[in-house]
């Protein structure tokens, strides 16, 4: 009977495990890669490895921790060093810009300090725009699995010999737990680089310490399944409203990792509801741990060690060969997921399954027979001779990668143009808006402005190199005369020095990696100054998508009165760059003041007009992106 519970709470646990393979899956606009399944991940690693080392010291008073280390390098080792392996063959032979410091990802993997290595070599916007994202990102919790595997059980020992007392252990495992917390809010009030609150072992502790605490008080063996309804009810009840929780804090805004709240809280209460989530899947009276007890959980449970280990590389490998995933997300993503799975059940059964069970014994023997000249097991025979070829190929990977001199993307030429457009933004926007607070708004008619701007493009033209660039010169005289507030991200960032020049009175304000949310901020900061232009500017959206409720909102802030543009998104080598567009021409049907400017149709068809990003305009593009904007502008604006 309590061997029948243990694996029936491990069946619902695992099925919590898919879950959290969906979560990280689903959440590709994290800059941080699926954050929130990572969690529910550590949570089960800590619940399960304290409840099997508590159960087994309380019937032997003893844990085989030789037994232990063992069977987690076993599980651990093959498909970690497969993944690694053949994603350096892959990097070897198809994409060699990542090369760079492979060497030293494989051995931080290898060593279990690979959040370590990111936390000091984490990557910038730039690589991560440049077709350089690394395949390996999401293996730093891995390394925060393997510190805790090699730690724990030392500390159980510890705790169990010394302390001895069940309550005193729960609480002691609170309380490192709770300063775990302490210590991520902590250096996100300090202002710590978000690297080093992100990966760090001692800030990530948290979700493995509750998933230990919860292993004292709910071990899975002493679960009776035959409760009272009433309590049957309660536990589904609990586990219901705990579900909700989960997925709400998944969808809300407020968990965006760039937000303060999900480092000040937010990350804490999504653990605590996992926990209390898990408690009540492995508890077998709940009808939450039948649901969660099916051949298709326990399937994709079983591989999900794979699946998580695959997904990224597979992901970055297919989404650089193509590049307008942006055009067909929907049908790009069922086939990483198709490959993903594809792969994780190989491994699974030619890697995983196998190398759990591996003993010296079998080791020698299977060598025998590959190289026994006289067996005809052909198959075998050609899986070893694959995987030595990987194996070779990676290790010349690994071996060649010192050598490969890192490109700097932080002065590439985009780079380098960003910041020195930052620079005299921040001087310009600062004398105009000593200037703007003091002078009085003046009105003119649109016919009286036309009329100037004629007479003035025959008699002094300006700005005439933009007029091949699809401008004509009187709405280059136009656009003279126009104010205008624009709020962008690092598209705009990068053409601000022309946008600038065409238009002289504007305010403009970009930076990389912007999200929509900064937009509400700042908008209702120069209102407050009183420097908010009858004409704005938007262009947000590259580095993610928002929501209808988004786009009212910044209405509402802008104001009927206004006119508001907003730039829709040339970015192809993401899934969301259809559905933001798609987005904003509904809220231009649902407000009269709001001008979508069609960038992407524009541009589509014109790939020489970006950097090997296919989504900043070079210099090139820059132009007909600052001319195209400002012809857009001019056509609607208010004088």
């Not at 690394?134 to 159980?156: A, H, K, R, V």
């Not at 933001?580 to 400017?597: D, E, F, W």
């Not at 904007?629 to 056509?635: D, L, P």
Request: net charge positive; glycine share 6%.
């Amino acid at each position: 009977m309590r061997k029948n519970r243990f694996i029936t709470g491990y069946s619902g646990l695992r099925a919590l495990a898919v879950i959290g393979v969906i979560l990280y899956h689903l959440d590709p606009n994290s800059f941080m890669g699926g954050y929130l399944g990572v969690p529910i991940f550590l949570v089960l690693s800590g619940y399960l490895v304290t409840d099997h080392m508590l159960t087994s010291y309380d019937k032997t008073g003893y844990y085989n921790n030789r037994h232990f280390y063992l069977s987690r390098i076993k599980k651990i080792y093959p498909q970690l060093l497969s993944v690694l392996w053949l994603s350096a063959a892959y990097i070897f032979v198809f994409q060699r810009n990542l090369l760079v410091k492979l060497n030293q990802i494989v051995l931080a993997n290898i060593l279990n300090v690979y959040n370590f290595w990111q936390i000091h070599n984490g990557q910038s916007y730039f690589e991560r725009f440049a077709s350089n994202e690394s395949p390996f990102t999401n293996l730093w919790t891995m390394s925060i699995e393997g510190q805790f595997y090699i730690l724990w059980p030392i500390i159980i020992y510890i705790l169990v010999k010394l302390v001895r007392k069940k309550k005193t252990i729960f609480w002691i495992l609170m309380g490192l737990s709770m300063a775990s917390v302490i210590a991520m809010v902590a250096l996100y009030l300090l202002k710590a680089n978000i690297n080093r609150i992100y990966y760090g072992s001692d800030t990530r502790f948290f979700s493995l310490g509750f998933g230990a605490a919860l292993a004292v008080i709910w071990p899975i063996e002493e679960l009776n399944p035959n409760v009272r309804k009433k309590e049957a009810f309660i536990l589904d009840v609990v586990g219901l409203i705990s579900f909700v929780l989960l997925l709400v804090m998944f969808f809300s805004k407020a968990m965006d990792p760039q937000q303060a709240f999900t480092y000040c809280g937010g990350m804490f209460l999504f653990t605590l509801d996992v926990c209390i989530f898990a408690g009540v899947v492995a508890h077998p009276g709940s009808h939450w741990n039948r649901i969660m007890t099916n051949k298709i959980f326990d399937w994709i449970g079983s591989r999900s060690y794979g699946i998580y280990l695959y997904q990224f590389p597979i992901m970055i490998f297919f989404e650089d060969k193509f590049t307008n995933i942006g055009d067909h997300p929907l049908l790009y993503h069922v086939i990483e997921v198709v490959l993903i799975l594809l792969v994780s059940e190989i491994t699974y059964r030619l890697i995983e399954k196998p190398m759990s069970k591996i003993t010296w014994d079998k080791t020698k023997r299977y060598f025998a027979r590959i190289f026994d000249l006289e067996t005809k097991d052909y198959a075998r025979k050609g899986r070893a001779a694959f995987a030595a070829l990987i194996f070779i190929v990676g290790s010349a990977a690994i071996v060649v990668s010192p050598h490969v001199k890192a490109e700097d993307f932080n002065k590439t030429q985009l780079a380098e143009r960003i910041h020195k457009n930052a620079k005299k933004q921040k001087k310009d926007n600062a004398k105009l808006i000593k200037k703007l607070k003091k002078q009085k708004k003046k009105k003119e008619t649109k016919s009286k402005v036309m009329q100037e701007a004629i007479a003035s493009a025959k008699k002094h033209p300006v700005n005439k190199e933009y007029v091949k660039y699809g401008i004509s010169q009187v709405d280059l005289q136009l656009a003279h005369k126009i104010q205008l507030t624009a709020i962008g991200d690092s598209v705009m960032a990068g053409s601000s020095n022309n946008l600038k020049q065409l238009m002289p009175k504007a305010l403009i304000d970009a930076a990389v990696s912007r999200q929509l949310v900064v937009a509400f901020g700042l908008l209702s900061n120069y209102k407050k100054q009183g420097v908010l232009a009858d004409n704005v500017l938007l262009g947000l959206g590259t580095n993610g998508p928002f929501t209808m409720d988004d786009i009212n909102r910044i209405m509402h802030l802008v104001g009927p009165k206004r006119m508001f543009f907003w730039i829709n998104v040339h970015v192809p080598t993401r899934d969301w760059q259809n559905p933001v567009n798609n987005l904003l021409r509904q809220g231009a049907k649902r407000y009269h003041n709001l001008i979508i400017i069609d960038w992407y149709s524009y541009s589509k068809n014109h790939p020489n007009w970006f950097y090997g990003d296919h989504t900043h305009p070079n210099i090139k593009g820059s132009k007909y992106y600052s001319a195209f904007i400002t012809k857009s502008i001019v056509k609607h604006s208010k004088f």
